[in-house]
C-alpha cells in the first residue's frame, strides 16, 4: 500500500511569483504556506506536518513539541541559528540546509552595499530627487571613493565570499582574507584576524553565528581598524557589536557600513544605526531573489523525496 504524501509547511509570507514557483516545483497545492505573522494557523498546520521548510522566523522548542510528527526542518538557505537544533535532535527532526544555494546573490548584495557606501549612493539619489544633485554638499563627496585600488578583508572564506572576491579582483582591489585555515585554492593572501582588521579599507564579513564569533567585531576590533574603513554585514548581525559600531561611526572612526543583517529582527526605526547618512541597510534580504528561491526549492523537493523514500537526506547538520 503506497504510503500517504508528507505534509509540507512553509513558514513565510510568500509572493505571488514565490507561491506560483512553489507550485511549479512541487506540484500545485503540494506545500501549506503560512504568513510568519499567523502564529495560530502555523501551529494548526504543525500540528500533523512532516516537513518544515523554514526560513527566518525561529524554529523554537515550543514549535517542535507542537509537532509530534516533524521529520524535518529544512533550512532554505544557509544558517541554522535560528534553530533550535537540540530541540529537534532531542524529537529525532533532522536539520538539514543548502551551502552555496545563495553565493550569487549575497556575493552581489554585499558588492552592491560597499559601492551603494563609497560612492554615497544614499545621499545622492535624496539630493537629485530634491534637485539639489546638480549643487551637493562638496563636503559629501570628498568622502566618496572607489573599490579600485583599495584593500577588501573578506572575513570568512566560503561561497558567497569567494564569488565576491572574483568580482573584487576585476575591479581592481586587493582582496586579502581570514578565516579558520588558509585556503591553498585560492590566490588571496590569508591574513590573521588582526592583520585583516589592520589593513582592510573594507572589511566585509561572510561567517556564521557560534559562540566563539558572536560579537567578534567589537569595540576592540574597530579600535584596530582603519581611520576611514568600511564595515559590510551580509552575514549576521550577532557578530558585530552594533553599539560599537554606532560609536565608531559617530567618532568618524568609520567611514560607512553596509548593512542587510541587525542583532534584533526585524530592526526598529528607532535603531540608532538608522540615523547614519553614511549608513546603507536592507531587511536581511541579501539571499532574496527570485533565482536563489527557485534553486532552494529544487533543493528542498528533493530532501523531501529522499525522506518519503527512506534515503539519506542531503546537507544535514543534525
Known amino acids: 500500500m503506497e504510503s500517504p504524501p508528507l ?31 499567523d502564529y495560530a494557523d502555523f501551529g494548526r498546520a504543525m500540528a ?26 529544512q533550512k532554505l538557505g544557509v544558517g541554522v541559528n535560528t534553530i533550535d537544533l537540540d530541540a529537534a ?7 538539514c540546509n543548502m551551502p552555496g544555494v545563495n553565493s550569487i546573490a549575497v556575493a552581489e548584495m554585499a558588492l552592491a552595499l560597499m559601492l551603494a557606501v563609497l560612492r554615497r549612493l544614499r545621499y545622492l539619489d535624496a539630493a537629485t530627487r530634491a ?4 549643487k551637493p554638499d ?17 572575513l570568512g572564506l566560503g561561497g558567497s565570499a569567494r564569488r565576491l572576491a572574483v568580482a573584487l579582483d576585476a575591479l581592481g582591489a586587493r582582496v586579502v582574507y581570514h578565516a579558520r585555515s588558509a585556503k591553498p585554492d585560492v590566490p588571496y593572501a590569508f591574513l590573521s584576524l588582526d592583520d585583516l582588521l589592520t589593513q582592510a579599507d573594507v572589511l566585509s564579513i561572510h561567517m556564521p553565528v557560534e559562540a566563539s564569533t558572536r560579537g567578534l567585531i567589537d569595540e576592540a576590533a574597530f579600535a584596530r581598524m ?57 531587511p536581511h534580504a541579501s539571499w532574496l531573489t527570485p533565482e536563489t528561491l527557485q534553486r532552494s526549492l529544487v533543493a528542498a523537493k528533493e530532501n523531501c523525496r529522499r525522506l518519503a523514500a527512506g534515503e539519506p537526506l542531503l546537507n544535514q547538520v543534525v
Not at 512532516?50 to 513539541?65: G, N, Q, S
Not at 535532535?89 to 536539520?95: D, E, N, P, R, Y
Not at 563636503?139 to 566618496?144: A, E, F, I
Open 226 to 282: 582603519k581611520p576611514g574603513a568600511v564595515l559590510i554585514n551580509t552575514a549576521r548581525g550577532e557578530l558585530v557589536d552594533e553599539a560599537a559600531l554606532a560609536r565608531a561611526l559617530a567618532s568618524g572612526r568609520l567611514r560607512g557600513a553596509g548593512l542587510d543583517v541587525f542583532a534584533g529582527e526585524p530592526i526598529g526605526a528607532d535603531n540608532p544605526l538608522l540615523a547614519f547618512p553614511q549608513v546603507v541597510a536592507s
Open 89 to 95: 535532535k532531542a524529537a529525532g527532526a533532522a536539520v
Open 131 to 134: 534637485g539639489e544633485g546638480w
Open 48 to 73: 500533523d506536518a512532516d516537513a518544515l521548510l523554514h526560513v527566518l522566523e525561529p524554529v523554537t522548542a515550543k514549535v517542535i513539541a507542537g509537532a509530534p510528527r516533524l521529520r524535518l526542518i
Open 138 to 154: 562638496l563636503d559629501v563627496l570628498d568622502t566618496t571613493g572607489e573599490i579600485a585600488g583599495r584593500t577588501v578583508g573578506l
Open 7 to 37: 505534509k509540507i509547511v512553509l513558514q513565510y509570507r510568500a509572493s505571488r511569483g514565490f507561491r506560483a514557483q512553489i507550485d511549479e516545483v512541487f506540484g500545485a497545492r503540494t506545500v501549506e504556506v503560512i504568513d510568519e505573522t
